[in-house]
């Protein structure tokens, strides 16, 4: 069965960085395009990044632009985040979520979450 | 400000049916299918309607979806207290390559 397991997470100073990682079992992990989904606390949902299936094209949020990137790499089935200049507003949990079809908003399949907190 | 509009907050006593509403717009809802998620405190979303109106294996009959022009709805027939928890609908945006979601409705089974 799927599985998605996030972790990274933890307490980091503003101005910091903070690798997350997304181990993915279950299925074959280049033949589908995976997201970055975070939700702040008490807030909803907000969608961060993706990366396509074949990594042909990367896309973000405008609020993480330039400071997060994503990545994933096919020989460990894992996935990236990697996130610069961290703001008190990115404090969130953030999810690992498996597309189920190309550039859609089908999310079968979520990780448990891994806290990011951004404090001094 | 999420791009897709919901009410913050929806109720209804058991066995009630209660509609949610999602209004997007032609780069999102208008030209592209539609998501429902339930999420229950703590944990994770988890999918309850695919592409408008499908239900994956699993979901109850009582839940349906539609969608007409750029709004989308999501509703549950008789409403059991298992189902209170935070409902959000997603898209895809052609405007902005990503998905986007709906602020997301607190429903209370009353």
């Known amino acids: 069965q799927v599985q998605l397991v996030e972790s990274g997470g933890g307490v980091v100073q503003p101005g910091g960085s903070l690798r997350l990682s997304c181990e993915a079992s279950?299925?074959?992990?280049?033949?589908?395009?995976m997201h970055w989904v975070r939700q702040a606390p008490g807030k909803g949902l907000e969608w961060v990044a993706f990366?396509?299936?074949?990594?042909?094209?990367?896309y973000y949020a405008d609020s993480v632009k330039g400071r997060f990137t994503i990545s994933r790499d096919i020989s460990k089935n894992t996935l990236y985040m990697q996130m610069n200049s961290l703001r008190a507003e990115d404090t969130a949990v953030y999810y690992c979520?498996?597309?189920?079809?190309?550039?859609?908003?089908?999310?079968?399949?979520w990780g448990q979450g891994t806290l990011v907190t951004v404090s001094s | 400000q999420s791009v897709l509009t919901q009410p913050p907050s929806a109720s209804g006593t058991p066995g009630q049916r209660v509609t949610i509403s999602c209004s997007g717009s032609?780069?999102?809802?208008?030209?592209?299918?539609v998501y429902w998620y339930q999420q229950l405190p703590g944990t994770a979303p988890k999918l309850l309607i695919y592409?408008?109106?499908q239900r994956p294996s699993g979901v109850p009959d009582r839940f349906s979806g539609s969608k007409s022009g750029t709004s989308a709805s999501l509703a549950i027939s008789g409403l059991r207290s298992e189902d209170e928890a935070d409902y959000y609908c997603?898209?895809?945006?052609?405007?902005?390559?990503?998905?986007?979601f709906g602020g997301g409705t607190k429903l209370t089974v009353l």
């Open positions: 979520a498996k597309e189920e079809s190309d550039r859609t908003a089908w999310f079968q399949h």
């Open positions: 279950g299925f074959t992990f280049s033949s589908y395009g």
């Open positions: 990366i396509r299936y074949d990594e042909s094209n990367k």
């Open positions: 032609s780069s999102n809802i208008g030209i592209n299918y």
């Open positions: 592409r408008n109106n």
């Open positions: 997603a898209a895809w945006d052609g405007s902005l390559s990503g998905p986007v």
